[in-house]
T-cell receptor
Framework: AQTVTQSQPEMSVQEAETVTLSCTYDTSESDYYLFWYKQPPSRQMILVIRQEAYKQQNATENRFSVNFQKAAKSFSLKISDSQLGDAAMYFC??????????????FGKGTHLIIQP | DGGITQSPKYLFRKEGQNVTLSCEQNLNHDAMYWYRQDPGQGLRLIYYSQIVNDFQKGDIAEGYSVSREKKESFPLTVTSAQKNPTAFYLCASSIKANTEAFFGQGTRLTVV
């Protein structure tokens, strides 16, 4: 079984500053994927960034980047130059490759990100 | 435009009644999922389907049922056996195992 832990229920950052959201996970699988999803007040789940466990290079998407520490089972999200539109719930999630089957994702409980103008 | 459509957006149910939530996708995805979201709980997997006419229980399947008669459709029935059905329900799909999951806009179910 997989577990995903987000230890920060809420984070606050000034507009234009940088913030890092923490996530740790536990899995016995060797082939897995990690994701960060954003859920704004509309409640639409939006993929922010993904990381394949076999890739050593940290994924980046514009202002969003991750720090993937495989040995420590840590997967933090860094948001640079924070914008008001970044305010949302952020969920960390993991999924395993199950021999061609799709088992679904395991989600953390989320971090509520507040952007101060 | 391709995407996932969930309907209705809001649903009210009386205690003891079954209710069915609709999920349709035109992305040609093989896998589909149902998640439940409660305040402070994140998303929890109810059921998933990898292929037509096949589906598997997730972590919290009790009180729910699904069908997958067509690739595009994966309806979820919340039965009277579900003790606490009030929640936000999200449907998702993906091309294959654990690549990016695309989500619908959700259905808010309230038991009255």
């Amino acid at each position: 079984a997989q577990t995903v832990t987000q230890s920060q229920p809420e984070m606050s950052v000034q507009e234009a500053e940088t913030v890092t959201l923490s996530c740790t996970y536990d899995t016995s699988e060797s082939d897995y994927y990690l994701f960060w999803y954003k859920q704004p007040p509309s409640r639409q789940m939006i993929l922010v960034i993904r990381q394949e466990a076999y890739k050593q290079q940290n994924a980046t998407e514009n202002r969003f980047s991750v720090n993937f520490q495989k040995a420590a089972k840590s997967f933090s999200l860094k948001i640079s130059d924070s914008q008001l539109g970044d305010a949302a719930m952020y969920f960390c999630a993991s999924g395993i490759w199950a021999g061609g089957g799709a088992d679904g994702l395991t989600f953390g409980k989320g971090t509520h990100l507040i952007i101060q103008p | 435009d391709g995407g996932i459509t969930q309907s209705p957006k809001y649903l009210f149910r009386k205690e003891g009644q079954n209710v069915t939530l609709s999920c349709e996708q035109n992305l040609n995805h093989d896998a589909m999922y149902w998640y439940r979201q409660d305040p402070g709980q994140g998303l929890r997997l109810i059921y998933y389907s990898q292929i037509v006419n096949d589906f598997q229980k997730g972590d919290i399947a009790e009180g729910y049922s699904v069908s997958r008669e067509k690739k595009e459709s994966f309806p979820l029935t919340v039965t009277s056996a579900q003790k606490n059905p009030t929640a936000f329900y999200l449907c998702a799909s993906s091309i294959k195992a654990n690549t990016e999951a695309f989500f619908g806009q959700g259905t808010r179910l309230t038991v009255v």
